[in-house]
Nanobody
Framework: VQLQASGGGLVQAGGSLRLSCAAS????????MSWFRQAPGKQREMVAT???????NYADSAKGRFTISRDNAENTLYLQMNSLKAEDTAVYLC???????????WGQGTQVTVSS
């Protein structure tokens, strides 16, 4: 299984980016899919999660600015990021949790850099 993240880049504060995570399998087979991020010197943190049921959770830092969504037909997870701040600068990684406690898959990450 491969998770291919894309869409990162350099953007000014206040700008927007849309991240994509294309899976090589049917994403509906996963219990959940998430976006995480990791900034230099900091721990990896969850940004947003969408369950198979459609339930969504956001980190407090993402609420009101980021939107997670998925396209089951395209087997792709998205993260729309608006009103970006310098503190959003990080490598963003997609994650997919397998059912029956079989573990998870990680994508390779895409760099987001927000200039202030």
């Amino acid at each position: 299984v491969q998770l291919q993240a894309s869409g990162g880049g350099l953007v000014q504060a206040g700008g927007s980016l849309r991240l994509s995570c294309a899976a090589s399998v049917n994403i509906f087979s996963f219990n959940s899919m998430s976006w995480f991020r990791q900034a230099p010197g900091k721990q990896r943190e969850m940004v947003a999660t969408i369950q198979r049921t459609g339930n969504i959770n956001y980190a407090d830092s993402a609420k009101g600015r980021f939107t997670i969504s998925r396209d089951n037909a395209e087997n792709t997870l998205y993260l729309q990021m608006n009103s970006l701040k310098a503190e959003d600068t990080a490598v963003y990684l997609c994650n997919a949790v397998r059912p029956y406690a079989m573990g998870a898959y990680w994508g390779q990450g895409t760099q987001v850099t927000v200039s202030s």
